[in-house]
């Protein structure tokens, strides 16, 4: 099963959430309708993706994810540029 790294932020590109998952258009929709409460992403409305990458399988994109956590916002920040300078 595939799976995906993402990173979201809200409208004024103040919060980085990273996340990892089998199914990005689900997860994306999830964000979008803030269908949990007490999220992460509802509190600080990260609804905006702004960087995904995709895996042959989930657990390679969870591995991906904890190591993107563990890093700086300027590692984050630079990864989502190279691809995504908007």
């Known amino acids: 099963m595939k799976g995906y790294v993402y990173i979201t932020t809200n409208k004024n590109k103040t919060v980085l959430y990273v996340g990892a998952t089998d199914d990005?258009?689900?997860?994306?929709n999830e964000h979008k309708n803030k269908i949990y409460p007490n999220a992460f992403t509802?509190?600080?409305?990260c609804d905006i993706l702004v960087y995904f990458e995709e895996f042959e399988n989930v657990e390679d994109a969870f591995k991906k994810e904890l190591r993107l956590k563990a890093g700086n916002?300027?590692?984050?920040?630079?990864?989502i540029?190279?691809?995504n300078p908007e």
């Open 24 to 28: 990005i258009k689900r997860r994306m």
């Open 42 to 45: 509802k509190k600080y409305n």
């Open 81 to 83: 540029n190279s691809i």
């Open 73 to 79: 916002r300027k590692k984050k920040e630079e990864l």
